[in-house]
């Protein structure tokens, strides 16, 4: 890679809040980076979830001031073996994304994105009437008990063959944990439950997984390779939910998962288009088959929809993320 890289810093305001384990986020904070060649300009993004574990918006910017405005290429590959949001932006610059699209599946199945506590009921209708069958409902926002009431409701509002995944976002200590996964048992249209407990709770989240039929799910734990690597070795049983936007070279994600046949779910980590479309790119590589429904069902998000990556539908189409990158040419990013 031989080029001149320059970043400028984002914030963007959600439609609306979301409510999540860790309270309530309003914009979504990253970097666009742009490497301009000979021939052109090729954009990427260095996004980090607060309070999720990944890099620092400071240690994201201190990582780009290093590499400066003309950096070798042992500069970047030094930058992107370490892992992490800016890995990926690195690694998007450079990456084979358009062909992954090409090569993967017509299509890639999307699950729904239910808003915490009773807004879900009004949100769940809208989505089974666009042909939505798996949802991803956050929970660990309410007391627990009146969460578990919901539950029967909401499933009760759905037909039969669809499927809701819980996201605790890892906000339930063991006696909540065990509370809910006992609810769940008996409830078979309950795909999994996404990250219960803290991402360094591994002898609880393991035993967790080992005492109750509930497929279990990591998304925190595993916010790149290393964390993959360990759980991997350590016998975990469930799936993972990974998202390439914190993962680092997405390169390297897909020959990692590829490699291990491990039971993915890949995930938007709430990208602006810019980052999106690599992301979408990943869930083709490894879409196909019996691949579980992508959790990347989040657009419309921005305020400024310009921002956005293509709205939300139970069926993410090839041409969808092409088109999302002739845009790109297009627009002011």
Not at 108 to 127: H, I, M, N, T, W
Request: aromatic share 10%; hydrophobic share 45%.
């Amino acid at each position: 890679m031989t080029g001149q890289l320059s970043y400028e810093r984002y914030t963007l305001p959600f439609r609306a809040p979301l409510r999540t384990a860790h309270g309530p986020w309003v914009s979504r904070e990253g970097f666009w980076l742009a490497w301009k060649t000979e021939s052109g300009v090729v954009r990427s993004e260095a996004a980090p979830i607060p309070g999720f574990g990944g890099m620092s918006m400071a240690e994201i910017q201190a990582g780009l001031e290093r590499l400066g405005s003309e950096p070798t290429e042992s500069d970047l590959q030094l930058a992107m073996q370490q892992g992490g949001e800016l890995a990926f932006a690195l690694g998007s610059l450079n990456s084979d994304w358009r062909d992954w699209v090409q090569e993967g599946p017509d299509y890639v199945p999307v699950a729904g994105l239910l808003p915490a506590g009773r807004a879900a009921f009004e949100r769940v209708d809208s989505l089974l009437e666009l042909g939505f069958r798996t949802f991803k409902w956050k929970v660990g926002v309410g007391d627990p008990r009146d969460e578990q009431g919901m539950l029967d409701d909401l499933l009760g509002a759905m037909p039969d063959g669809a499927r809701v995944r819980l996201d605790a976002n890892g906000g339930w200590d063991r006696r909540t944990a065990e509370r809910w996964l006992s609810v769940c048992a008996d409830r078979p249209n309950i795909e999994f439950i996404e990250q219960p407990c803290a991402a360094d709770a591994v002898d609880l989240l393991l035993g967790l997984a080992g005492d109750y039929p509930v497929t279990l799910a990591l998304d925190e734990a595993v916010l790149g390779q290393a964390d993959f690597v360990r759980w991997r070795d350590l016998g975990w049983p469930g799936v993972y939910v990974i998202k390439p936007a914190l993962w680092g070279n997405p390169c390297d994600l897909i020959t990692t998962m590829r490699e291990t046949k491990a039971d993915v779910v890949i995930s938007s980590a709430l990208e602006t288009r810019v980052g999106a479309r690599v992301t979408l790119a990943v869930a083709f590589a490894l879409g196909g088959g019996e691949a579980r429904a992508a959790g990347v069902g989040v657009w419309p998000l921005f305020v400024d929809a310009t921002y956005d990556g293509p709205h939300a539908l139970p069926f993410l189409k090839r041409e969808a993320v092409l088109a999302l990158a002739d845009n790109l040419a297009e627009g002011s990013r």
